[in-house]
């Protein structure tokens, strides 16, 4: 099984500054790395897929980068909604997802 | 527009089974895999296992072999999540998820199933 681990497990950052989120996988997954974003009470929704391609509707602050084992979600100008838990996830051999990063208003 | 609908919350007692749904709608249901995703009480995202409805194709997650059935029944669009014996470790959040290019791109609202007796 490919293990995901995300860090930091809570990132406090201010609106207006820029979030930068590391997912690392215990072997490589290529570029079959996807990202989420659930908020409280709701379902995840989908933000990256293939490492960097931004799914439907997701606005350009958010961006996704890396290969193989080391990935990045970056959110450049953090908005008020922005703040939620994120999840990245590898389906290079069927799916994991890491535990998860908290962002939390600094 | 894609929606995937999941059937209402249940509470149950240990020893109960349970089948839980999931109705696509707005896509050719037949042509995405389904999957099953567990969040348990304040925790990250389980895969369980998926489906292809076209022809029932089914991969279960090693965690959750024997413990969960997953089926579909392609003529209603609807995908299902089932136990046959529940236990209080169930209690979790249950969403399903369509397939997209490899990740999950629409899901379901969730449904919260609770066991305790």
């Known amino acids: 099984e490919i293990v995901m681990t995300q860090s930091p497990a809570t990132l406090s950052v201010s609106p207006g500054e820029r979030a930068t989120l590391s997912c690392r996988a215990s072997q490589s997954v290529s570029s079959n790395l996807a990202w989420y974003q659930q908020k409280p009470g709701q379902a995840p929704r989908l933000l990256i897929y293939?490492?960097?391609i931004r799914a439907t509707g997701i606005p350009a602050r958010f961006s996704g980068s890396g290969s193989g084992t080391e990935f990045t979600l970056t959110i450049s100008i953090l908005q008020s909604e922005d703040f939620a838990v994120y999840y990245c996830?590898?389906?290079?051999?069927?799916?994991?997802f890491g535990q998860g990063t908290k962002l939390e208003i600094k | 527009e894609v929606q995937l609908v999941q059937s209402g919350a249940e509470v149950k007692k240990p020893g109960e089974s349970l089948k839980i749904s999931c109705k696509g709608s707005g896509y050719s249901f037949t042509s995405y895999w389904i999957g099953w995703v567990r969040q348990m009480p304040g925790k990250g995202l389980e895969w369980m296992g998926i489906?292809?409805?076209?022809?029932?194709?089914?991969r279960y997650s090693p965690s959750f072999q024997g413990q969960v059935t997953i089926s579909a029944d392609k003529s209603i669009s609807t995908a299902y999540l089932q136990w046959s014996s529940l236990k209080a470790s169930d209690t979790a959040m249950y969403y399903c998820?369509?397939?997209?290019?490899?990740?999950?791109?629409?899901w379901g609202q969730g449904t919260l199933v609770t066991v305790s007796s």
């Open positions: 998820a369509r397939k997209g290019a490899g990740d999950f791109d629409y």
């Open positions: 293939g490492a960097s």
């Open positions: 489906i292809y409805p076209g022809d029932s194709d089914t």
């Open positions: 996830q590898q389906y290079n051999n069927w799916y994991t």
